[in-house]
C-alpha cells in the first residue's frame, strides 16, 4: 500500500512541474536572464566548456540533453563542437520543446533532435550516447535516482555523465542574501515579469530541496559512475557534478 501512496506523490510532483513549465515557457529564456542576472549564460558555458565536445573524428559525437527545454546546452553543444556533435533534447514538456525548435529554426541550425520523452524512462536503447548533459533538470525529476541509473543504462562505456544544477552555497554572508534573493526578489519578480508569482515560488523550493554537492556525488556513484566529482559556480550557487561509465 505503501508503495501505492508513493506513486501517487511521484505522479502529483511531475504533474505539478509539468504545469509550471508549460504555463512559462515563451517567458522561459527571458526569465531565465532577469532572475539570474546574465548568470546562466556563463553557467552554462562553462558547463559545455568541460564537456568540451569534439570538433572531429570518425563519427559524430553523440550526446544526449535531458531536460533541454528551450535548447540552450544543445545550441552551445552545436556551436562549440563546429556541429560535430548532434546533441538530442530530451524533455518531458511539449511547450518547452516547441520554444526550443522554433529557436532552432530561427538560428538555421539543422540537425538536432527534440524529443519528448522523461527522464526516468528514456527512449533510448542501452548504450546510445557518449555523453549525457543535464541542466538545472534534475531537481525537477520526481525519482532522482531513477533518472540517474537511465543515464548510465544509455551511455556506452567510456560515456560521460554531466549536471549543472543549483547547489548549497558554501560562502558565509552571501548565504543569507541568497536567502533573502531566493524567497522574496525572485518570486516577485515571477510576479511582475511572467505574471506566475507560484512557478517561482515551486522553483525555489526546489533548489532548496535538492541534495547538497557531497551527497548529489554520492547519488551518481550509487547509480554505478566512476571518477565522481563537482566543482562549485558562483560559490555554489551552482555546481557541475561529473561521472564516468567504466
Ligand atoms: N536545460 C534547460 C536549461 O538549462 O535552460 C531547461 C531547464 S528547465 C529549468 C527544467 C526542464 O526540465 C523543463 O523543461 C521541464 O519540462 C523538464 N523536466 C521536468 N521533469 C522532467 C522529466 N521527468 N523528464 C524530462 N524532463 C523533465
Known amino acids: 500500500a505503501s508503495f501505492g501512496f508513493r506513486d501517487v506523490d511521484v505522479a502529483e510532483k511531475q504533474e505539478m512541474v509539468d ?9 522561459y529564456d527571458l526569465m531565465n536572464d ?11 558555458d562553462a558547463f ?3 564537456l568540451a565536445p569534439p570538433r572531429k573524428g570518425p563519427r559524430p559525437f553523440r550526446v544526449i540533453d535531458v531536460a533541454g527545454g528551450t535548447g540552450d546546452i544543445a545550441f552551445r553543444i552545436h556551436e562549440r563542437s563546429g556541429g560535430h556533435a548532434v546533441p538530442t533534447v530530451v524533455d518531458i514538456n511539449a511547450s518547452m520543446l516547441a520554444v526550443g525548435r522554433e529557436r532552432a529554426d530561427k538560428r538555421g541550425i539543422a540537425g538536432i533532435d527534440f524529443v519528448e520523452g522523461n527522464a526516468e524512462a528514456l527512449p533510448f536503447p542501452d548504450q546510445s550516447f557518449d555523453a549525457y548533459t543535464i541542466a538545472f533538470g534534475i531537481r525537477n525529476v520526481p525519482r532522482i535516482d531513477q ?3 537511465e543515464a548510465f543504462r ?6 560521460r555523465f554531466l549536471c549543472l544544477e543549483f547547489s548549497a552555497v558554501d560562502l558565509p554572508g552571501l548565504d543569507k542574501a541568497y536567502d533573502l534573493f531566493s524567497f522574496k526578489v525572485i518570486p516577485l519578480m515571477g510576479k511582475v515579469v ?7 515560488r515551486y522553483l525555489v523550493e526546489s533548489i532548496r530541496r535538492f541534495p547538497n554537492q557531497e551527497r548529489f556525488a554520492q547519488m551518481i556513484r550509487d547509480a554505478g ?7 562549485n559556480l558562483t560559490a555554489g550557487v551552482a555546481a557541475i557534478h561529473v561521472g564516468v561509465k567504466i
Open 19 to 27: 504545469a509550471v513549465f508549460h504555463n512559462v515557457a515563451r517567458r
Open 225 to 231: 559512475f566512476a571518477r565522481v566529482g563537482f566543482t
Open 154 to 159: 544509455v551511455l556506452r562505456p567510456g560515456g
Open 48 to 50: 559545455v566548456s568541460r
Open 34 to 44: 532577469v532572475m539570474s542576472g546574465g548568470m546562466h549564460r556563463l553557467w552554462k
Open 147 to 149: 533518472a540517474l541509473s
Open 194 to 200: 511572467a505574471r506566475d508569482e507560484e512557478s517561482y
